[in-house]
C-alpha cells in the first residue's frame, strides 16, 4: 500500500501562481509565431531571441523542416567559444533557456526542448500537407491543434503540465494541480509506482534509460525505445543471466540485483511501468 504524504501546499501554490500567470500573460497575444508556440506549449520561456521573424519567410520551395531548422540553428546560435578553447553557454544567454515557471534550465538536460522540437516537427508537417505557411498564428487555434494532436496520440509529451496550464484557461483542461518538479519528485517516492504497486527494483535504470531517450531527442515512455536502452545499460554492468532459465531474449531478462536476488525484467511489465509513469497524476492532499 501506498504511504501518504502531506505535500508543501504553499511551494505548490506559488508553483501553480507563476505558471497560470505566465499562460495568461501570453494568452493576452493577438499572435504567436510558431517557435513561439512550440515553446511555450513546452514550458519554455519565449524571449525576444527567439519570437523573430525570418529574414527568408517559409513557402512551398522552403525546406519541409523549416521552422525545426529555424529553432536549431537559433538554440545552438545560444553556444559560443569560450576563452579555453571550449564551447559553452554564455551566463549572458541564460534568460533565453528558462522555463515558463521562472527555472533556469541552462544547467540541465531538459525534455522541454525535444518537446518544443516535437512540436514544431508537427507544425512543419502541417504546413507541407496543406500548404499554407503562416508566421503568426492565433494563440487559441494552435493550442487547439495541439491538443488535438495529443488526443489523437500523434504527439507525445515528456510533459503536458504546459499544455493543460493553457488549457484551464478555456475550462476544458485537467484540472489537476500543476507542481513543481522537487515535490513531484519527492511524491513519487512514496506512490505505487513500481510493477506490483512498490517501488521498481531497477527503478535507477529505467531513469537513466529514460534521461539517455530524451538526450537522443526520442520518447522516454515507449517501450521500443527504453527497454533495448535498458538492456545495453545493465550489459555495460555486466549484470544480465542468460544462463537462468527464465531468459528469453527481447522478452524476459534476468537482472543479478546487488542483494543477490535475481529479477526478472519482462517487456510487459515494464510497458504497464512507464505507462503508469506517463499517466501518473500527482494531486496534492490540501
Known amino acids: 500500500m501506498a504511504t501518504k504524504t502531506t505535500l508543501p501546499g504553499s511551494a505548490t501554490i506559488e508553483f501553480n501562481l507563476k505558471v497560470e500567470n505566465g499562460a495568461k500573460h501570453f494568452y493576452s497575444f493577438k499572435t504567436w509565431t510558431p517557435i513561439m508556440g512550440a515553446l511555450l506549449l513546452s514550458g519554455l520561456m519565449p524571449t525576444e531571441y527567439w519570437c523573430g521573424i525570418p529574414d527568408a519567410p517559409p513557402g512551398p520551395a522552403s ?3 523549416f521552422w525545426v531548422d529555424q529553432f536549431d540553428r537559433l538554440y545552438k546560435g545560444l553556444w559560443e567559444m569560450g576563452p579555453d578553447g571550449e564551447e559553452g553557454i554564455p551566463a549572458k544567454n541564460e ?7 521562472g527555472e533556469s534550465l541552462m544547467a540541465t538536460v531538459s525534455p522541454r526542448f525535444p518537446d518544443a522540437r516535437k512540436v514544431l516537427r508537427h ?4 504546413c507541407e500537407d496543406e500548404q499554407d505557411y503562416p508566421l503568426e498564428l492565433d494563440p487559441v487555434k494552435f493550442v487547439v491543434w495541439l491538443e488535438e494532436l495529443c488526443w489523437n496520440e500523434e504527439i507525445r509529451f515528456f510533459d503536458r503540465t504546459w499544455v493543460d496550464a493553457f488549457l ?3 475550462g476544458i483542461g485537467k484540472n489537476n494541480a500543476i507542481l513543481p518538479s522537487d515535490v513531484v519528485a519527492s ?3 512514496v506512490t505505487d509506482v513500481g510493477d506490483d504497486g512498490g517501488w521498481h527494483p531497477l527503478g535507477t535504470h529505467i531513469s537513466e534509460a529514460q534521461r539517455e531517450a530524451i538526450s537522443q531527442g526520442k520518447e522516454p515512455f515507449a517501450i521500443e525505445v527504453v527497454f533495448p536502452l535498458i538492456i545495453g545499460i545493465l550489459e555495460a554492468r555486466g549484470v544480465i543471466d542468460r544462463l537462468d532459465k527464465n531468459y528469453v531474449s527481447g522478452k524476459a531478462i534476468p537482472v543479478k540485483l546487488d542483494d543477490g536476488r535475481v529479477y526478472v525484467l519482462k517487456r510487459d511489465t515494464l510497458r504497464v511501468q512507464l505507462n503508469r509513469l506517463k499517466t501518473k497524476r500527482f494531486a496534492p492532499q490540501l
Do not use: A, C, N
Not at 534568460?95 to 515557471?101: A, I, P, S, V, Y
Open 63 to 65: 525546406s519541409p523542416s
Open 95 to 101: 534568460k533565453h533557456l528558462r522555463g515558463l515557471d
Open 123 to 126: 507544425w512543419d508537417t502541417k
Open 168 to 170: 484551464k484557461l478555456h
Open 187 to 189: 511524491f513519487q517516492k
